[in-house]
C-alpha cells in the first residue's frame, strides 16, 4: 500500500491519521516481502489484526508467537527507519 492510501484508510476508518504513513508503507513493503504476501495484508494485520493468510499468526483469536513476532518487527522498521534524513 502506498502512503497516501494507508492515510485515506485511516481517516475513512478512524477519523484521523496520526501516524508516519510513509514509514508504514516501508515496513509493510519489507514485511509483506519476508512473509511473501501483499503489503495490504500486512497493513490490515497491523491495523485490524486481520490474520495473514499463509501465516500462523491467530489462534482461538488471539496472536501466536508468530503473530507478535511480526508486530515486534513491524514496530522494529516503522520506529528504526528516519526517511526525513535522506
Excluded at 507478535?68 to 526517511?83: A, E, P, V
Amino acid at each position: 500500500m502506498k502512503a497516501l492510501a494507508i492515510r485515506k484508510y485511516l481517516e475513512k476508518n478512524y477519523g484521523e491519521c496520526k501516524h508516519d504513513t510513509r514509514q508504514m508503507e516501508y515496513a509493510c513493503k519489507v514485511l509483506s516481502k519476508e512473509l511473501k504476501t501483499t503489503p495490504k495484508s500486512v497493513f490490515l494485520f497491523m491495523v485490524e489484526n486481520e490474520p495473514i493468510e499463509g501465516c500462523h499468526t491467530h489462534s482461538y483469536g488471539f496472536n501466536t508467537r508468530e503473530g507478535r513476532g511480526i508486530k515486534d518487527y513491524f514496530q522494529s522498521l516503522y520506529n528504526d527507519l528516519d526517511l526525513t534524513k535522506n
